[in-house]
T-cell receptor, first 110, second 111 residues
Framework: EDQVTQSPEALRLQEGESSSLNCSYT??????LFWYRQDPGKGPEFLFT???AGEEKEKERLKATLTKKESFLHITAPKPEDSATYLC???????????FGTGTRLKVLA | DADVTQTPRNRITKTGKRIMLECSQT?????MYWYRQDPGLGLQLIYY???????NKGEISDGYSVSRQAQAKFSLSLESAIPNQTALYFC??????????FGPGTRLTVT
């Protein structure tokens, strides 16, 4: 069964304290892996798409990487405005579906 | 203006009432989706549409119906609302098998 698991569920960091969020997936052929940011009461906002193992994408303090089993979202020197829930989703080859993880709630303290 | 809009943004309704949630997009995407989000759960797909004449059930379609009135409009209806349909509802659009773009959400409460 296709599955996405994100860890940790919640993470508290001090401002400037770098860390990584994990997204482990099991799919029968990966078409794409997607990272989103979701602020409370708002819709998910697209961040990155990764298609193949070894691929990396960067945007400001965020960097996403992909292996055959998992993806990491690295946050370098985070700021309080990076506080949000980060969602990971995968799309399996040959399907219409996007399978979402339950997210990691990140809190960055000033 | 937002690319994906949803109305209403908040709605409180009573058990047994029929309610419609509306979604419009200006991105020109062919695919539109309806999801619900509950605390502690991932986004769950209710219905999706690849074009005006192509509508498909998702994982949790029971108790819901949809209408694709135009390429840019996709409505979700709860025929007879029940309390366990209380949730945050999101519309999303996409082009092909690429990233999705989400609306701001509708917070629905069924009493």
């Amino acid at each position: 069964e296709d599955q996405v698991t994100q860890s940790p569920e919640a993470l508290r960091l001090q401002e400037g304290e770098s860390s990584s969020l994990n997204c482990s997936y099991t799919v029968s052929g990966l078409r794409g892996l997607f990272w989103y940011r979701q602020d409370p009461g708002k819709g998910p906002e697209f961040l990155f798409t990764l298609y193949s193992a070894g691929e990396e994408k960067e945007k400001e303090r965020l960097k996403a990487t992909l292996t055959k089993k998992e993806s990491f979202l690295h946050i370098t020197a985070p700021k309080p405005e990076d506080s949000a829930t980060y969602l990971c989703a995968v799309q399996a080859a040959g399907t219409y579906k996007y399978i979402f993880g339950t997210g990691t709630r990140l809190k960055v303290l000033a | 203006d937002a690319d994906v809009t949803q109305t209403p943004r908040n709605r409180i309704t009573k058990t047994g009432k029929r309610i419609m949630l509306e979604c419009s997009q200006t991105k020109g995407h062919d695919r539109m989706y309806w999801y619900r989000q509950d605390p502690g759960l991932g986004l769950q797909l209710i219905y999706y549409s690849f074009d005006v004449k192509d509508i498909n059930k998702g994982e949790i379609s029971d108790g819901y119906s949809v209408s694709r009135q135009a390429q840019a409009k996709f409505s979700l209806s709860l025929e007879s609302a029940i309390p366990n349909q209380t949730a945050l509802y999101f519309c999303a659009t996409g082009q092909g098998s690429y990233e999705q773009y989400f609306g701001p959400g509708t917070r629905l409460t069924v009493t």
